[in-house]
Nanobody, 115 residues
């Protein structure tokens, strides 16, 4: 079992920045990759960024160049640095872990980009 707890969401103006954190606990040795997904109102959940155990990263085209995913193995935490935020980035952001025992989700953190 892996537990994921997100934090760092909130209200930010267009052009602003936020950093999301996802703290993992439990069977963290089993984690292969961790991802950030988001789900906007009325839309499907979509992959935003991913990072493997070897720190290979991947980004959705809509966020490439603005968002950066990183991990701190000592703290068992994955981050999503979000810069140049746009209103269309408004969504609930979910942390996801792909492990040898299954897939796990956090409860999500709301990001609202509005003036």
């Amino acid at each position: 079992q892996v537990q994921l707890v997100e934090s760092g969401g909130g209200l930010v103006q267009p052009g602003g920045s936020l950093r999301l954190s996802c703290a993992a606990s439990g069977s963290i040795f089993s984690i292969n990759a961790m991802d950030w997904y988001r789900q906007a109102p009325g839309k499907q959940r979509e992959l935003v960024a991913s990072i493997t155990r070897s720190s290979t990263t991947n980004y959705a085209a809509s966020v490439k160049g603005r968002f950066t995913i990183s991990r701190d193995n000592a703290k068992n935490t994955v981050y999503l640095q979000m810069n140049s935020l746009k209103p269309e980035d408004t969504a609930v952001y979910y942390c996801h872990a792909d492990t040898i025992t299954g897939k796990y989700w956090g409860e999500g953190t709301l990001v609202t980009v509005s003036s």
